[in-house]
């Protein structure tokens, strides 16, 4: 359920949102693509009217969001990507969703090279079932 409300929000995001560059990740990126799958899900499920105004296209991991009438450039995206920093480090992003963190053995490094968007105004959102890993110290309090 958490994951479901999560990609509610950042679907949300992207789409009343400009300039949004949010990023769901996963283990791997077929889990990511999945997710990227159920943003769109959210997306097709409203209204008529909210999908012409904010008209969105789904590609393999990418979901993008086009300004009202054009179909140009996107105005904001969620990407799936797979776990680890290469990515996040490489673009500056406005959110990242960390699903199944416990499950991540780069979940460290994830959130090392997420700290310049944290730092920049950025939002880090991490969810994940029962699995001792970096995850339990981090909702331990125990990273140093």
Sequence with gaps: MATWTLCALYVHDAQFRTNRLNFIQSKKEEDSDRLIQRCFTIY???PEFIKR???AE??????RFFRPGEKGLPYSEIWGIPQGGDVIRQHTGSGLFIDEAAFQPDLEASIGAAQPMLKGGGRLDIVSSAEPSYFEELVEDRVK
């Design 44 to 46: 097709e499920n409203q």
């Design 53 to 55: 105004i904010y008209p």
């Design 58 to 63: 789904y590609a393999y991991c990418h979901l």
